[in-house]
């Protein structure tokens, strides 16, 4: 069993050492741990689930009075829900390459869009989750969004033995629905019912993929990732789904008018240039209520397509015998903060659902500990007997899925950008951004955040335990073709190549 005694902290026991000395450990050769074929045929499978952009508007969550996802409410019951789960990133390309690498963004570099991990020097060797189960012995799929838009496909190294239909828009309107839309008017930046039926979404064929796969008895041990890219906009579902959730009676997140006020200034403009709208932008446009029944007609889309596979497993005669983990890259705000998407550090944008469905693991049960999708490498790692493979930064949840009231000495991290981070434990929510500004929220008497505590005196204590988690390493971020949109040049934050002074209006906020 992995190691989870707490010396195992953020605090990294590598602290001074040179890049190279951390990338010696990513790039330790999984063949050395190799398991031998014959103990390989004695391993469970895994089904590995990815949702995109999916918040806690799930049913056994409770993050929506209206949503209906009857196939991620049946998993919940088969094994062991996480209810407080955090991403490594609100972006999508670090968070999936932070749980596919067993690495934070702070110390592989990689906090936006892009680059992919194989298109840096310095990362293209390191063992991801599905290299490390083919060099155990595991047959190895994929389909739909595992990593981030169509990474994975590259012949050096193969990330998978055989791919299926790739992630996207299948059907789109003549014309955009939701109209032009501010940041440039993006295109995917859309929503709305245009009749569509299940068999005119991409994520329908990514399932019946998985499906086949199932019926047509995989070699075994075998890993099947299924990436479905829906409640990511364009937030285009079936009429059918729609019809679920009418537009006069959907009811609307609680959010609070000026909530941002005290919140410091790096809370608005310390992101990535992101296309979403702020949300006054839908109050005005009478958008508000249209989206938020599109993203949730496209939840209860996407937990059909999760109960079809399901479903397929049950049937192949493999259930038993296989590991599932369901899990989202990010949460997704819809008014919250007053804004639209992801990509901040609130609990709106960290907190994920996270499954666990198996032999060994409970039953019916909730654990409530703080974990990160980080632990999902280190986790599968143990419950499917592969060697132990030094240096990841996760932790194995197995005593967690094993009985789920054990507690855990760790809080989660969430990075979003250079040297911004989020600890979330039981309790709290603690911020803290490059500039040295901060946020404090009691998450158990204020669940919305919606009161900032870091002024006052009495939680000066609380403040003082919570920094000494926050990443000792933050490593320079390696950018790719995507400018950030935050940097510092002697210590004045800069938008976009432009200054941004004390009292000064940020662009776009």
Same mark, same amino acid.
């Given at each position: ?10 605090? *990294? #026991? /590598? ?24 103990? $390989?045929?004695?391993? #469970?499978?895994?089904?590995? =689930? ?43 390309? #670090? ?33 991801? =989750? ?11 799929? $994929? ?44 295109? /995917? ?27 047509? $008895? ?29 537009? %006069? ?14 919140? !410091? ?12 709208? @702020?949300?006054?932008?839908? @109050? ?35 259930? %038993? ?10 949460? *997704? ?36 500990? !703080? ?6 490498? !280190? ?19 197995? #005593? ?10 760790? !809080? ?33 008497? %204020? ?12 939680? @000066? ?49």
């Amino acid at each position: 069993m992995r190691s989870c005694e707490p010396n195992h902290r953020i605090k *990294f #026991p /590598w602290k001074g050492l040179l890049w190279a000395s951390i990338s010696l450990f990513m790039t330790v050769s999984c063949k050395e741990n190799t398991a031998d074929d014959r103990g $390989a045929q004695n391993k #469970p499978n895994v089904l590995f =689930i990815a949702v995109d952009d999916l918040n806690d508007w799930v049913g056994c969550l409770k993050g929506h009075p209206q949503v209906q996802t009857p196939n991620i409410d049946r998993l919940a019951a088969m094994g062991t829900l996480f209810t407080n789960a955090h991403t490594q990133s609100p972006i999508c390309n #670090p968070s999936r390459t932070s749980l596919l690498t067993g690495y934070r963004p702070s110390t592989t570099g990689i906090y936006g869009l892009s680059p992919w991990i194989r298109q840096v020097p310095d990362l293209k060797n390191m063992v991801t =989750i599905p290299q490390y189960f083919s060099a155990n012995g595991y047959a190895t799929y $994929a389909t739909g969004k595992i990593f981030h838009g169509g990474y994975g496909k590259g012949k050096d190294p193969v990330e998978f033995d055989r791919l299926g239909p790739a992630s996207g828009v299948k059907t789109a309107p003549p014309a955009k629905l939701a109209g032009e839309t501010p940041g440039g008017n993006n295109p /995917w930046v859309d929503w709305g019912d245009f009749g569509l039926k299940k068999e005119d979404i991409q994520d329908y064929d990514i399932a019946t993929w998985a499906v086949d796969v199932l019926k047509n $008895a995989p070699e075994e041990p075998y890993f099947l990732g299924v990436g479905f890219f829906l409640p990511h906009v364009p937030l285009f579902a079936p009429t059918e789904h729609f019809k679920k959730y009418p537009n %006069d009676s959907v009811v609307m997140p609680p959010t609070l008018a000026n909530d941002r006020a005290d919140t !410091p200034r790096s809370s608005w403009y310390n992101h990535w240039d992101v296309p979403e709208p @702020r949300w006054k932008w839908f @109050r005005e446009k009478k958008q508000d209520t249209l989206f938020v029944q599109a993203y949730l007609a496209s939840i209860s889309f996407v937990d059909d397509q999760v109960g079809r596979v399901l479903d397929a497993l049950a049937v192949s005669g493999q259930q %038993d015998n296989t590991i599932i983990v369901l899990w989202s890259d990010h949460g *997704f705000h819809l008014g919250e903060k007053e804004i639209s998407g992801k990509n901040t550090l609130w609990e709106r944008a960290t907190r994920v659902p996270l499954i666990f469905s198996g032999k060994d693991i409970g039953v019916g049960k909730r654990c409530s500990e !703080p974990v990160e999708l980080l632990d999902i490498y !280190p986790t599968l790692n143990e419950l499917c007997g592969l060697p132990s493979k030094n240096g990841l930064e996760g932790h194995s949840l197995v #005593p967690q899925l094993t009985d789920s009231e054990t507690p855990r000495p760790w !809080p989660a991290i969430t990075t979003n950008n250079w040297n911004n981070h989020a600890v979330r434990t039981n309790d709290w929510r603690y911020i803290r951004y490059a500039d040295g500004s901060e946020e404090l929220y009691d998450t158990k008497t %204020d669940p919305n955040e919606w009161e900032n505590l870091i002024g006052s005196p009495v939680h @000066r204590s609380v403040v003082d335990s919570l920094r000494q988690w926050l990443p000792e390493q933050n490593h320079s971020p390696y950018v790719g073709n995507y400018q950030r949109v935050l940097e510092y040049k002697d210590s004045v934050p800069v938008w976009q190549g432009t200054p941004i002074r004390p009292g000064e209006p940020v662009p776009g906020f």
